[in-house]
Each structure stands twice: as C-alpha cells, then as structure tokens.
C-alpha cells in the first residue's frame, strides 16, 4: 500500500514561496496520478493541482494556475508544487494524493473522490 508523506510547508507574508514535497513510498507511484489538495478551516477539500504519469498533462484551479506549479520526480518518486506569490486565502492544510493510472478529465483530476492514497498533510500559512 502506498503512502505518502508531505513536507515543506509553513509560514511565509503575503507575496513569498514555498516548495511542497511528497514522497511516495512501500511501492512506486510512477504509474499513479498524483495530486495536490488544500484544506481551510471550515471549507471543504480542494483540488490544487494534478498530474498524469510523467507529467504528461497538469491541471490547475483557477484559483492558483500562473502561480503554482506541480510537477515530479518519478527516480525520487517524489510529488512537488512549487507555490509563488502567495495570497492569504492560499492558507490551507494541503495533501498530497495519488491514485493508479485512468483516464480522467481536469474537473476528475481534481476532484477528492476520484484518489485512494492520501497523506497527512502539511500546513502553509501565508500572512500580511
């Protein structure tokens, strides 16, 4: 069974970056589709960013494409999304998730229910 851990959030001002990791591990992920997801306190789970094998085709919410970037490192078996010019309303438990490989449109990539792996989550708190 796969799992997944999350690592570089934290906090930064309004305007910073922050680079997320997730390494895969107990099987390679290669063959997944791999996402990101955010969480704010009191709203639901949010798809972010996903890719297919190989970072073939990446997809983005409106709400963060030109400032984020998802991309992986399939040798390292290793998720990342790069986040520049942070706003506020980034802050958010984000989760990185993963799924084998089908075919899915962009509202399927980003979509919760469509990924069985998740990991724990790490946190990024952008202030002003």
């Known amino acids: 069974q796969v799992q997944l851990v999350e690592s570089g959030g934290g906090s930064v001002q309004v305007g910073g970056s922050l680079r997320l990791s997730c390494a895969a591990s107990?099987?390679?992920?290669?063959?997944?589709?791999m996402a990101w997801f955010r969480q704010a306190p009191g709203k639901e789970r949010e798809g972010v960013a996903a890719?297919?094998?190989?970072?073939?085709?990446?997809y983005y919410s409106d709400s963060v494409k030109g400032r984020f970037t998802i991309s992986r490192d399939d040798t390292l078996n290793t998720l990342y999304l790069q986040m520049n010019t942070l706003k506020p309303e980034d802050t958010a438990m984000y989760y990185c998730?993963?799924?084998?490989?089908?075919?899915?449109?962009?509202?399927?990539?980003?979509?919760?229910?469509?990924?069985?792996?998740w990991g724990q989550g790490t946190q990024v708190t952008v202030s002003s």
């Open positions: 890719t297919s094998p190989g970072g073939v085709f990446t």
């Open positions: 998730a993963a799924v084998g490989n089908r075919p899915m449109n962009r509202r399927e990539a980003l979509t919760v229910a469509e990924y069985t792996y």
């Open positions: 107990r099987g390679a992920v290669s063959d997944f589709r």
